[in-house]
């Protein structure tokens, strides 16, 4: 009954809905991106662009949100980081050119920023050791939920009411939870803003978490798995480029999402009874085989058969990460952990969709694909030292 009234009780399920819409906005981009290369003449590179901003935007306040979860409540933060992201999603149905979109996705960076190292501190210190990895599953599942449907939903959109008016309608949802956040209830926090001294506290716990060399390894396998970052933006545009229609496309991208619904709980249930380097190992492992096959997948079929598993291997493998981070680490450090946790993953992965769209404008989807599959493999033998 316990173990019950933490998942229900707490405000996991809100935190686990705003981590859905989060992810809800980054999934619509790439059903968009055939129609803004069409309508705006941009390469690939462009496009990577746009979401290195997105990525790089927010990813470089990770550290920061994570340590003003010590100060102030996290609803607070999750709430109105939610509500400025969707309005600046909104920003994107007025632009003219390439740099009017890159301004709207660099400033939604901003206000995703609270949600991953906020989130998953505020998860870690809801739950018991023996419920954390399955507690952080559920909260990557239903973050999935949210990138499966909303490729779904939004390819129906976009043959009906355009891109524009697709991308208005999805800000509805983060405003109403955004401001829900407000009325959970949440203890005070223990510790008390003070300026400077704050900071220089900050960077006292940067420099002592660091010191711990198990931290440090698993930090390197995040800096690793970050160049692989994006990777699926390219799918629906790959797709298409291999003679599919954009609502084919979409269909597609949804399957690879949904295939990744319940691996986030698969992979979290399994590192919680075995060793949970070997399924970071496991997964990536697959992952590597799975990006190497994808462009040499000629027809929807085979697609499909590539498509499914890759989703499945690649999502929600980080969940078993934050479970080993926060199974090793002082309770009174998380927020620390995981904003630097999170800042190498978003800071270093908004470089690798530049990567990728630069291999495609160059090369060829072949070789970002292969590109994708090195680093997969590379993130396998560097997981093999988390012990």
């Given at each position: ?31 968009l ?8 003449g ?11 901003g ?14 003003l ?16 992201q969707?309005?600046s999603?909104?920003?994107?149905i ?22 991953h ?15 954390l990895g ?7 599942v239903?973050?999935?939920l949210?990138?499966?449907i909303?490729?779904?939903i939004g390819?129906?959109?976009?043959v ?9 309608v ?7 939870v955004?401001?829900l956040?407000?009325?959970?209830a949440e203890?005070?926090?223990l510790?008390?803003?003070?300026g ?7 960077s ?8 711990d ?14 160049f692989?970052?994006?990777?699926s933006?390219?799918i629906?545009?790959f ?9 084919e ?6 399957a ?11 992979w ?12 970071v ?23 499909l058969?590539?498509?499914v ?8 493998v980080?969940g ?7 199974e ?7 927020d ?12 270093l ?19 970002s694909?292969?590109?994708?599959g ?14």
């Amino acid at each position: 009954m316990e173990k019950r009234s933490r998942f229900l009780d707490s405000g996991f399920i809100l935190v686990s809905i705003s981590h859905a819409l989060n992810h809800a906005y980054e999934s619509l981009l790439p059903i968009l991106y055939p129609l803004l290369l069409s309508e705006f003449g941009l390469s690939y590179s462009l496009i990577g662009v746009i979401s290195m901003g997105y990525r790089l935007s927010g990813g470089s306040l990770q550290l920061l949100m994570g340590f003003l979860g010590r100060f102030f409540r996290r609803k607070y933060l999750l709430g109105f980081g939610l509500i400025w992201q969707s309005i600046s999603n909104s920003l994107m149905i007025f632009s003219q050119n390439f740099s009017h979109i890159l301004l709207s996705r660099s400033l939604a960076g901003i206000g995703s920023s609270p949600q991953h190292p906020t989130g998953s501190s505020y998860i870690a210190d809801t739950f018991q050791k023996n419920q954390l990895g399955k507690a952080l599953g559920i909260n990557l599942v239903i973050a999935s939920l949210g990138r499966f449907i909303t490729p779904f939903i939004g390819s129906l959109l976009l043959v009906t009411i355009g891109w524009r008016l697709t991308a208005l309608v999805f800000t509805i949802p983060g405003l109403l939870v955004g401001f829900l956040f407000l009325f959970i209830a949440e203890k005070k926090r223990l510790e008390r803003w003070s300026g400077l001294s704050s900071f220089k506290i900050m960077s006292k716990g940067v420099t002592s978490v660091l010191k711990d060399k198990l931290v440090l390894t698993v930090m390197i396998v995040e800096m690793i798995m970050a160049f692989r970052v994006g990777a699926s933006d390219f799918i629906p545009s790959f797709l298409i480029k291999a003679g599919l229609t954009p609502l084919e496309a979409g269909f597609l991208f949804t399957a690879y999402l949904g295939a990744g619904l319940p691996s986030p709980y698969v992979w979290g249930y399994l590192s919680d009874k075995f060793e949970r380097r070997k399924i970071v190992m496991l997964a990536m492992g697959l992952a590597a085989f799975l990006w190497y096959l994808l462009p040499y997948s000629e027809n929807y079929i085979s697609l499909l058969m590539v498509l499914v598993p890759l989703g499945f291997a690649c999502q929600g493998v980080g969940g078993v990460i934050q479970a080993f981070v926060a199974e090793v680490t002082l309770p009174e450090n998380r927020d620390i952990i995981y904003g630097i946790y999170y800042t190498l993953a978003f800071t270093l992965g908004s470089f690798s969709p530049v990567i990728i769209g630069y291999l495609a404008d160059s090369i060829g989807f072949q070789a970002s694909f292969t590109y994708v599959g090195i680093i997969s493999l590379s993130a396998v033998i560097a997981a093999y030292f988390m012990k």
